[in-house]
């Protein structure tokens, strides 16, 4: 059976073409072809022998996703991408432009575009945060590395595309992916070795920095000390939201297995291992983590932890059919959540905000489920809401 090369390191490469009775150098072709040149059949490797892409042909595949929509946002250009994988299963990505400042020795700043692609790295997510619509499809399974990859592979090849099919609305001089950040489906901690496997394709072959890639968990935090051993230059982000055991608990059933004592100690090791700040995102509930001790509870922590918070607005999950408790959430009010970022401020605590790009095609953090998991969900309540209402009538039994 060919085997698919989409997702192999260099090494990989390279130890696949000695298997087919080449010279390693042919590997080190392969890769440069596979992630620079971002092939997509083994004819457009002019670099190669007729011969030797005759028997890549027998011997491998090159896989790639199959776009099902693009759904941009007249809003703020923020686009959306459902992929089909190879099993029937969907999974989404997103693409963010926006804009950052970069400042001299003077203190002058040039604006500088930013253009930022949100991967998945699993078909859905086994941890179940309330407030997070792809919690609702529960796991289906990992992607592989090639499948994580390709996600970007496929965003900048559209991106270089003239095909008006594949537009987007966005400046000429912000067409050029900046960012990969992990945050779409999925926990990357529990699909760690692809994630990794991923991370050093995206650095090495498709020449991202490792710096302008960033990791979000949940908090595994033998994931978190492994990546700090093995990734010390890639970011981490830490999904927060309270410093509060009980209340964290019930937004993210994960603490149950892992409490905020572990996590903790992990993010001070990933600090002393890389030197890096981690950022922790934070999404405000209205009285839920919201309040003067919360502020209190922050400052304790940066104090402890050399960290950034960022500060997410909470984007409503109704149309994935969110579990009881998730269905009661909503938004710390605005002027609370000035507030709230005004008194960490001043307590000298870094803090960021992240803005709702996308909110208007279901983009925005927390909101990625794909529609045939959100139609099941709709199915599924339908199911019960009929069962509960249904009169159970005994059978009769002759005698």
Request: proline share 4%; aromatic share 8%; charged share 25%.
């Amino acid at each position: 059976m060919p085997k698919n090369i989409k997702g192999c390191t260099i090494s990989e490469l390279q130890e696949f073409a000695v298997s087919l009775g080449e010279k390693p150098y042919r590997g080190t072709q392969l890769f440069h072809a596979l992630y620079r040149m971002m092939v997509l059949s083994f004819e457009e490797i002019t670099t190669m022998s007729k011969q030797f892409r005759a028997q890549l042909q027998d011997a491998a595949t090159i896989e790639t996703l199959h776009l099902v929509s693009v759904n941009a946002s007249p809003q703020d250009n923020t686009t959306k991408f459902l992929f089909k994988l190879s099993d029937e299963k969907y999974i989404e990505s997103v693409l963010i432009p926006s804009q950052t400042f970069e400042y001299d020795d003077d203190g002058e700043a040039t604006r500088r575009p930013r253009l930022t692609l949100c991967i998945s790295t699993q078909v859905g997510c086994p941890l179940d945060c309330v407030f997070c619509a792809t919690g609702t499809m529960g796991l289906q399974r990992n992607l592989t590395a090639g499948e994580i990859v390709e996600q970007v592979l496929f965003i900048k090849r559209m991106l270089l595309s003239d095909n008006a099919e594949h537009s987007f609305n966005l400046n000429e001089d912000n067409k050029t992916l900046t960012n990969v950040v992990f945050m779409g489906m999925g926990e990357p901690m529990l699909n760690f070795e692809n994630v990794q496997k991923a991370v050093e394709i995206l650095s090495t072959g498709i020449e991202i920095s490792a710096k302008r890639i960033t990791i979000s968990t949940a908090g595994i935090p033998e994931k978190i000390k492994q990546m700090a051993d093995e990734q010390p230059r890639t970011k981490l982000a830490i999904s927060l939201h309270s410093l509060d055991e009980v209340v964290r608990a019930k937004l993210m059933p994960i603490t149950n297995k892992y409490s905020l004592h572990e996590l903790f100690s992990a993010a001070e090791y990933y600090y002393a291992k890389t030197k890096q700040r981690i950022t922790f995102e934070y999404i405000l509930f209205d009285g839920v983590n919201d309040t003067d001790e919360d502020i209190h509870r922050i400052v304790r922590m940066s104090k402890r932890i050399p960290c950034k918070i960022n500060i997410i607005p909470f984007h409503p999950i109704t149309f994935a059919n969110p579990a009881s408790y998730g269905a009661t959430l909503r938004a710390t009010p605005y002027v609370r959540t000035e507030k709230f970022i005004e008194q960490l401020r001043e307590r000298n605590v870094s803090v960021f905000v992240r803005s709702s790009s996308g909110e208007d095609i279901q983009a925005a953090c927390g909101q990625l489920v794909t529609e045939s998991a959100r139609r099941r969900q709709t199915i599924s309540k339908r199911e019960e809401h009929k069962k509960s209402n249904t009169v159970s009538i005994p059978s009769l039994v002759l005698q």
